[in-house]
């Protein structure tokens, strides 16, 4: 099976220039195919701010509505993903900046209502592979933001961790794939005020152990749901380190 | 040599939710290849207005300024590009939202500063015919907003009808294009007050004819002119109508 590599980028990267900057010429010399998936950031948060917009977020999820989605629209799939897409190019890469809604690569259902509504809230359904496939097979770097749709016309704000997972995972019948998830961290750490103490890899049992010890916590649980669903479901190699390609190893996944 | 036709819409469709969904459905039908281009509207000036950035116009050309630009790619490449893709998605066709900096598709130089600054304004410089073509051949309907890039990570806002006019020539290599510019009138008009006045054929000399005489003037120049230039370089036909497709016949335009 080819390789494939999967990379998520995270808040802490796009609103910073330099990082992105820095980042995306060491992902435009990456070999293909491989894919970018891309977070909002702060952005989303100052664009809704200055449109007296306010901003509602529950267990770390924002609360999607009309208003909102609009604004997510605006910021992920125009300001930030075209703007990674423009500085791809001038690298070489050849990019194509991408919602779930375009070419119907990512389907979702709105998540139902329990005891929080989230709105304009996507859970993946489906990953269209054969047409994702036809863009890497033509030499293509796809790169996604954070939407999704729902086949029938309505688009879905989708956490980008669960964007990356899902792509990796479908992909997966295809190529041996490689998903890396960047974020502000070395690693995963056992203490995060240290970041010397990164683990370099993680089972399940582990993770699971130092969750109920309150080690691990808070945001970092939906991303590492995320890592293990990954690697359980057939994805080759799942990684979650800092942006800065050649530093660190971070912590690998093991399932 | 097999068909194409281009479509472009302009700001009278996009504002009118109606008028939008029912150019989408009317235009779903429509046999592929096909491509759709649209403008933007009176969305991105709205936008800007509660951004409080002000929109300065000269010659009916929009200045954009780093501000202004970053609301054309938030308006035009995420807000109303996405609702489109999400709304053809849901009719079948297999739409992808675009701008000129994915796949390197149009790259334009920014405008020369001479009388007037329009800030970043591209002109047209290639269209990537074989690029559009692996999309086309993929039976992938490609939907252009109006902004290129300069291939050195800077986007540019460019006239949507000079895309819609650029794209079908470059793509009249390959195809035998329609091309079609929607707007608000059932064609040019020989009185503007009159919609029954809709000039069938207009040739090159009547044109400069009516010009001259002051008949057609102000935006329809730039339309016009972008029209003329298409049908000399090669595409098959033009016709400028309104964007009800089983409406009039509107105006063809004579090479």
Chains 1, 2 share one sequence.
């Not at 070489?92 to 709105?110: E, F, N, Q, V, W």
Request: net charge neutral; glycine share 8%; with cysteine.
């Amino acid at each position: 099976m080819q390789n494939l590599t999967v990379i998520k980028i995270g808040g802490n990267v796009i609103d910073n220039e330099t990082s992105l900057t820095t980042f995306l010429e060491k992902f435009a010399d990456l070999p293909t195919p491989k894919i970018l998936i891309h977070g909002g950031g702060k952005i989303a948060t100052k664009t809704a701010e200055k449109l007296g917009i306010s901003t509602q977020m529950v267990e770390g999820r924002r609360i999607t509505d009309q208003a909102m989605l609009e604004v997510a629209m605006m910021v992920y799939a125009g300001l930030i993903n075209k703007n990674i897409v423009a500085q791809l190019q001038a690298r070489g890469s050849r990019a194509l900046g991408l919602t779930g809604a375009d070419l119907d690569l990512i389907r979702a259902d709105k998540r139902p209502v329990k005891a929080v509504d989230y709105g304009w809230v996507g859970d993946v359904k489906s990953i269209n592979v054969a047409q994702l496939d036809y863009l890497l097979k033509g030499n293509i770097t796809p790169v996604f933001c954070a939407l999704s749709h729902n086949g029938q016309g309505q688009m879905l704000n989708t956490n980008a961790d669960t964007i990356a997972s899902e792509v990796a995972i479908a992909m997966s019948d295809l190529y041996a794939v490689n998903l890396v998830f960047c974020f502000e961290k070395r690693g995963v750490l056992l203490d995060v005020n240290d970041e010397s103490s990164v683990i370099n890899q993680l089972n399940d049992s582990d993770y699971q152990m130092l969750k109920s010890q309150g080690a691990i916590h808070s945001g970092m649980i939906p991303k590492l749901d995320n890592a293990f669903a990954a690697i359980r479901a057939g994805v080759k190699k799942v990684i979650i380190r800092a942006p800065e390609i050649a530093d660190s190893q971070g912590t690998t996944i093991l399932g």
